[in-house]
């Protein structure tokens, strides 16, 4: 049985990838997608090429809790992500604040902040997956 997680990060351009260690314990960045109609084609070849058993989207809502038009986006992406792939776990998680996180780890890295658009989409999907499994094995 599959173990691994896929955690996506949608955007209008680009779709930030991460994916978990098969012990649920670690994200990994994987590179952005273009947050297009082949979309869900790559999300199919990365399931069967990683023995992903679960997928993990992210929901930007505003700090006040308000949807906006990013969480209508996403949640379209959840529900075509749903219909697609009926046989796996698809859930949605709050991904606010991930892309300031992102931003500021990928700076104390020493990567430029020219540099960063290139790694945030998916530097933010990894802070996402990272916090839902963390969620999982509370300590």
């Given at each position: 049985?599959?173990?691994r ?27 952005a ?8 084609d ?26 906006t ?10 529900e075509?992500v ?19 996180e ?6 104390a890295?020493g990567v ?20 839902y ?7």
């Amino acid at each position: 049985m599959a173990t691994r997680l896929l955690g996506l990060d949608p955007g209008t351009t680009r779709c930030g990838v991460a994916i978990t260690d098969s012990a649920l314990t670690m994200a990994f960045p994987r590179d952005a997608w273009a947050a297009d109609a082949s979309l869900l084609d790559r999300v199919a070849r990365l399931l069967d090429d990683e023995g992903v058993g679960g997928i993990v989207i992210g929901r930007p809502v505003a700090l006040s809790g308000n949807e906006t038009a990013s969480t209508r986006h996403a949640d379209g992406l959840f529900e075509a992500v749903r219909e697609r792939f009926v046989e796996l776990t698809v859930v949605q998680w709050d991904e606010r604040l991930t892309t300031y996180e992102a931003q500021q780890s990928l700076s104390a890295a020493g990567v430029r902040a020219r540099d960063h658009r290139g790694r945030l989409d998916s530097a933010a999907a990894v802070i996402m997956l990272q916090n839902y499994v963390d969620a999982l094995h509370p300590r």
